[in-house]
């Protein structure tokens, strides 16, 4: 679930590639290597939205309609209630909104929105792929113009 694993091979490889170029320069010029920020520890609670991870990973276990598995548009429906609830709640008053007279921009502090989060939702998607069958009713109009097209051929 690591949040480079979202983008493509190469561009996970060429970060790692580029991330050792800069610190073999920061150590050849005798600085110390705290080039780039601290990846941990963590806070102990659940900053990341990874309940919600675990119950998505889970759902994404289930057989789906049309194949194996559920799709990538099963998955992504907790994420959306868990938000909906957020936002709902308490903690959403730690929220805020920046305002004018046409616009209205939020910001909130809902793990389900936080750029792990996302990137972790787009991984999922990328590797789920999506099985798309559209449940539309052809009209009758529409239903006798193919019929001519399938007998002119």
Request: hydrophobic share 40%; glycine share 6%.
């Amino acid at each position: 679930m690591d949040a480079l694993w979202s983008l493509e091979h190469r561009t996970v490889s060429q970060t790692l590639v580029e991330c050792r170029r800069g610190l073999d320069i920061v150590v050849s010029l005798g600085f110390k290597s705290n080039l780039f920020p601290p990846m941990g520890p963590f806070p102990l609670e659940d900053s990341f939205g990874m309940g919600a991870v675990i119950v998505i990973l889970q759902v994404s276990l289930n057989p789906g309609k049309y194949d194996m598995y559920v799709q990538f548009g099963t998955i992504r429906k907790f994420r959306s209630a868990f938000s909906r609830v957020y936002h709902a709640s308490v903690k959403d008053q730690e929220a805020m909104v920046m305002a004018n007279s046409t616009r209205k921009l939020m910001v909130t502090k809902c793990p389900t929105y936080g750029l792990w989060f996302e990137k972790f939702m787009k991984g999922c998607q990328k590797h789920m792929g999506e099985i798309v069958r559209p449940d539309r009713a052809l009209s009758t109009t529409i239903l006798l113009e193919i019929l001519s097209l399938l007998n002119l051929e």
